[in-house]
């Protein structure tokens, strides 16, 4: 199994869905990924940037309580433009097997896969 097939089958666990519905709570937390890390580059490149990056994180967290049903433990969206936005803090709750992990232990839950 790939990594990416073992990485949408802990995020279809994690959404309490079948394993056939990862490749759906994936693509839905993308789109969410995508919107987060925009607003964090936004933030460090515009005046107002800053300001709206905290709506666009309260957004992106009312649609991740919208793809699960609930916020996972130990989720927060990081603010850094580095790196991935939608995180699983690996001190605050057990990271889901398969789900990708960064550097720093971090559970990614929307990483870019190659094709």
């Known amino acids: 199994m790939t990594a990416k097939n073992r990485h949408l089958a802990a995020l279809a666990r994690l959404a309490g869905r079948p394993a056939a519905e990862g490749a759906t709570v ?3 937390l993308r789109r969410l990924e995508n919107r987060a890390c925009s607003a964090n580059e936004a933030a460090c490149n515009t005046p107002k ?3 709206a990056q905290d709506g666009e994180h309260a957004a992106v967290l009312a649609g991740v ?3 699960f049903g609930y916020i996972p ?4 969206v990081n603010g850094d433009p580095r790196g991935y936005a939608l995180k699983i803090d690996n001190e605050k709750a057990a990271i889901p097997g398969g789900i990708t992990t960064d550097w720093g232990g971090y559970g ?3 990483p870019e896969f190659r094709r």
């Not at 433990?73 to 927060?76: A, D, K, L, V």
């Open 26 to 28: 994936y693509n839905a």
């Open 49 to 51: 940037g800053a300001e």
């Open 65 to 67: 309580r919208n793809v």
């Open 73 to 76: 433990r130990g989720f927060f």
């Open 108 to 110: 990614c839950l929307a």
